[in-house]
């Protein structure tokens, strides 16, 4: 049974810095892409970053110059540093794996950022 577990959420003030980490076990074939989702209260879930097999990254507008997404393929883990948060930062954050077949969700990690 696959399993993606997230850390790294929490309070952070403005201005300031967390890194997410997601961690998949089970057995995985074929990861194509890992990526970070968020959902803010009263609002739909949406893409922040994405990171191919290959790579390739993407992100989100509103997080260019802040965020970085990165890999561990032989861990299949991925993490986003986050810095320079702003309060529209908050919300709820998921992982996210696709394979060939399906995708994979994490259950998700709180980021509030506020003073």
């Known amino acids: 049974q696959v399993q993606l577990v997230e850390s790294g959420g929490g309070l952070v003030q403005p201005g300031g810095s967390l890194r997410l980490s997601c961690a998949a076990s089970?057995?995985?074939?074929?990861?194509?892409?890992m990526g970070w989702y968020r959902q803010a209260p009263g609002k739909q879930r949406e893409l922040v970053a994405t990171?191919?097999?290959?790579?390739?990254?993407n992100y989100a507008d509103s997080v260019k110059g802040r965020f970085t997404i990165s890999r561990d393929n032989a861990k299949n883990t991925v993490y986003l540093q986050m810095n320079s948060l702003k309060p529209e930062d908050t919300a709820v954050y998921y992982c996210n794996i696709v394979t060939p077949t399906t995708d994979y969700w994490g259950k998700g990690t709180l980021v509030t950022v506020s003073s």
């Open positions: 990171i191919t097999s290959g790579g390739t990254t």
């Open positions: 089970g057995i995985i074939f074929s990861i194509r892409a």
